[in-house]
Nanobody, 121 residues
């Protein structure tokens, strides 16, 4: 089994910052990519940012210039630094990893439990 443990969510004012962290543990042979998704109230889940093991990154248009994703491959950890937060960033944020549990198996998606980020006065 693979577990993703998230931390860093909370309540911040508009313009504030949060840093979300996610550490993967368990039966991990390789993690090909890690990502952050979010689901805002009344909206579909969306990709916020993704980073591959090689360091290639993708950002949602809404996150570009404000959010930064990074990885510590040795620690199987991904971090999302969120600056200049807006009320529309309010959502449950989910950590995702494309995990290969052994050299014999294909990669599969593993999900964290989700952490609430609320941007409000």
């Amino acid at each position: 089994q693979v577990q993703l443990v998230e931390s860093g969510g909370g309540l911040v004012q508009p313009g504030g910052s949060l840093r979300l962290s996610c550490a993967a543990s368990g039966n991990i042979f390789s993690i090909h990519a890690m990502a952050w998704y979010r689901r805002a109230p009344g909206k579909q889940r969306e990709l916020v940012s993704r980073i591959t093991s090689a360091g290639s990154t993708v950002y949602a248009d809404s996150a570009k210039g404000r959010f930064t994703i990074s990885r510590d491959n040795a620690a199987n950890m991904v971090t999302l630094q969120m600056n200049s937060l807006k009320p529309e960033d309010t959502a449950v944020y989910y950590c995702n990893a494309d995990v290969q549990s052994s050299r014999w198996e294909a990669a599969f998606g593993s999900w964290g439990q989700g952490t609430q980020v609320t941007v409000s006065l």
